[in-house]
């Protein structure tokens, strides 16, 4: 079946525009992440939403970062204001619900975002 | 919260000879430790996965080992082939938690 897809695939802004990043995780899985992939580094956590609850935000680095999950599905990533630190590579998870048991999570190809 | 340590962060090997990549992590109730393979310009693609209820499992070429007490976790790949050629992740997730916490990669070599 499809994986997690997202888009775009790269994103070149200037410093101080906002921008959007969009995920659509596999179809079925209520939990999904974003984490964050800067050059030559591990991946860094930033939210993550499960089902209709709350989202925990507390890995976004700052409060220019927002993220939405419309209808337990798409999940729109956004970075206001966006400054040079923010250029890394945005990377989406998916995976059955996270409570109890630890269901593999897969990831999209993520969106390179550089911020000139 | 959980800290993943991960060595070596560069790996060169000969074709057909086998790579080891080693974990550490320092949480305690961390029950979940998934392997991810990067190529470039792709996203993180899980290649083998182990719960702490067991110490070792394979999957043809991949294994990865478990050492609860010592709380550390190997990838061994045989048989290497140039297609092995990536950036491997480990990560570790708590019982108590959902995200993945991740260590800095190795880039993996794979001389023909």
């Known amino acids: 079946g499809a994986g997690v897809s997202q888009s775009p695939s790269n994103k070149v802004t200037e410093k101080g525009k906002d921008v959007e990043l969009r995920c659509d995780p596999i179809?079925?899985?209520?939990?999904l992440y974003w984490y964050r992939q800067s050059l030559g580094q591990g991946l860094e956590f930033l939210i993550y939403f499960q089902g209709n609850s709350a989202p925990d935000k507390s890995g976004l680095p700052s409060d220019r970062f927002s993220a939405e999950r419309t209808g337990g599905s798409v999940s729109t990533l956004t970075i206001q204001r966006t400054q040079q630190e923010d250029s890394a590579v945005y990377l989406c998870?998916?995976?059955?619900?996270?409570?109890?048991?630890?269901?593999?999570?897969?990831f999209g190809p993520g969106t390179r975002l550089t911020v000139l | 919260g959980e800290n993943v340590e991960q060595h070596p962060s560069t790996l060169s090997v000969q074709e057909g000879d086998s790579a080891v990549i080693k974990c550490t992590y320092s949480d305690s109730a961390s029950n979940y430790f998934p392997w991810y393979k990067q190529e470039l310009g792709k996203g993180p693609q899980l290649i083998i996965d182990i719960r702490s209820n067991v110490g070792e499992k394979k999957d043809q070429r991949i294994a990865v080992t478990l050492n609860k007490t010592a709380k550390h976790f190997s990838l061994h790949i045989t048989e290497t082939q140039p297609e092995d050629s990536a950036v491997y992740f480990c990560?570790?997730?708590?019982?108590?938690?959902?995200?993945?916490?991740f260590g800095a990669g190795t880039t993996v070599t794979v001389r023909a």
């Open positions: 990560a570790a997730k708590s019982s108590n938690d959902y995200k993945l916490s």
């Open positions: 998870a998916s995976s059955l619900a996270a409570s109890g048991t630890s269901p593999p999570q897969f």
């Open positions: 179809s079925g899985h209520t939990a």
